[in-house]
């Protein structure tokens, strides 16, 4: 669990194809000698396709649906967990609170996702909020110690979001104090396992390494994801921290 890990959530951007691969050419480009952290990369679903994968840069998805019917299914609008793995992701992002606060999305749908999404192989990362006993539980209701070490999760909390009125990042105390709480309640649930844990809401470059070191294994960005100098340097900062 030494590999820092970090997830860049493009939320809905850019707004087409070609600025799309710029971003993503320009971080493959520039993350391709970090050595100590790696990248996922998480676009809106319409340009997974044109992104490929390379050895420390891997995609996700910001989503994916809880049913995967082998043959496909009758779901309008959905994507299928099995559909983004064989896109070539990796990772999906689940529970963010942005879904929760403007699509209703709840934690027992969450905790099917989570289940669907571990069942076709991906690694979900799952946010979690400030009801961080309840939303542990929930989620992850009746999930194994085994599909349990498959996940990565993040601290999000919701007020530390850069594009809420007003947001600040937490402190890296917050961080750390969230972060123990996470790993005893994980030890409560599934034992003895490793979970890496991640840190959501305004991290920059600047920021990044009072995460880290405050226990974080990396960060789920978002504003600073959309720009490639940016969050090239926040890489780098993270890898060498
Ligand atoms: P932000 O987003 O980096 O823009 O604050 C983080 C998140 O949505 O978790």
Known sequence: MNEILIVANWKMNPSNSKDAWDLAEAVKQGVAGVQGAKVALCPP??????????KNVELGAQDCFWEDPPAGGAFTGEISPSMLKNLGCSYVILGHSE?????????????QKVKAAL??????VMCIGEKTEQEMRQALNDISPEQASKLVLVYEPEWAIS???NAAAATPEDCGRAIELMQKI???MFG???????????????????FIESGAHGALVGSASLDARE???????????
């Open 99 to 111: 879904r929760k606060k403007y699509l209703g999305e709840t934690l027992e749908m969450v905790n």
């Open 186 to 188: 994980a030890k409560e």
């Open 119 to 124: 069942a076709a192989g991906l690694i979900p």
């Open 163 to 165: 594009t809420n009125k």
């Open 231 to 241: 969050f090239i340097q926040l890489v780098k900062n993270a890898a060498m921290h």
């Open 45 to 54: 679903f319409v340009f997974i396709p044109q992104i490929l994968p390379t």
């Open 192 to 210: 003895d396992i490793q979970i890496p844990i991640l840190y959501g809401g305004s991290t920059n470059s600047k920021n990044i390494k009072g």
